[in-house]
């Protein structure tokens, strides 16, 4: 079983950038999409955008101007960058492994999720 | 884009059939995901494919799709199945997956 396990700061000031990782054991990092949902408190999930194991990335437009994400195969991990972060980016970021067939994809693996906080 | 609602309540009491739906135009010609996520957890893949249970899920918990409704059905109710849950379908024309608000389900 695939385990997923996210990781950077916990306080990050507005204006500045927002960096995670999320580190891949117990699987291969082939065939699959990896994304960023996020939830922020009180919420509903909210998805932020996937990178395929060959490197191609897909945004949400509400994200695409300030998010990047990519993929570190020799570390299996993958990252999310979003700059110019404000306190409505205070949120639990999950990252997920996504699979099924083509149109038809789902989630099927989760990290436990980490919380950002967005303060001064 | 595609849009799917779900009603942001359910009550049931226990040892009862719990019933959430997903509305969206022609639902019933996608995929149609489920997600529990309990308070402070991460969500868990439920069903996948309207009606496929991965394994370790109980029996207890079924989908159905068909027209502009999908439902997921939870058996016998028990209260730990007091959760928020999410439907999720993968919208084809953008190809991102567009989540329901989900829906908190409250064992009575």
């Known amino acids: 079983q695939v385990q997923l396990q996210e990781s950077g700061p916990g306080l990050v000031k507005p204006s500045e950038t927002l960096s995670l990782t999320c580190a891949i054991s117990?699987?291969?990092?082939?065939?699959?999409?990896w994304t960023w949902i996020r939830q922020s408190p009180g919420r509903g999930l909210e998805w932020i955008g996937y990178?395929?194991?060959?490197?191609?990335?897909n945004y949400s437009p509400f994200f695409q101007s300030r998010v990047t994400i990519s993929l570190d195969t020799s570390k299996k991990q993958f990252s999310l960058r979003m700059n110019s972060v404000t306190t409505s980016d205070t949120a639990v970021y999950y990252c997920?492994?996504?699979?099924?067939?083509?149109?038809?994809?789902?989630?099927?693996?989760w990290g436990q999720g980490t919380l950002v906080t967005v303060s001064t | 884009s595609y849009v799917v609602t779900q009603p942001p309540s359910v009550s049931v009491a226990p040892g009862k059939t719990a019933t959430i739906t997903c509305g969206g135009k022609n639902i019933g010609s996608k995929s149609v995901h489920w997600y529990q996520q309990r308070p402070g957890q991460a969500p868990v893949l439920v069903i996948f494919?309207?009606?496929d249970r991965p394994s370790g899920v109980p029996e207890r918990f079924s989908g159905s799709n068909s027209g502009d409704t999908a439902t997921l059905a939870i058996s016998r109710v028990e209260a730990g199945d007091e959760a928020d849950y999410y439907c999720q379908v993968w919208d084809t024309t953008s190809d991102h997956p567009v989540f329901g608000g989900g829906s908190k389900l409250t064992v009575l």
């Open positions: 494919y309207d009606d």
């Open positions: 990178i395929y194991y060959t490197g191609i990335t």
């Open positions: 117990n699987g291969s990092i082939g065939s699959y999409y």
């Open positions: 997920a492994r996504v699979t099924g067939d083509i149109d038809y994809h789902y989630f099927d693996s």
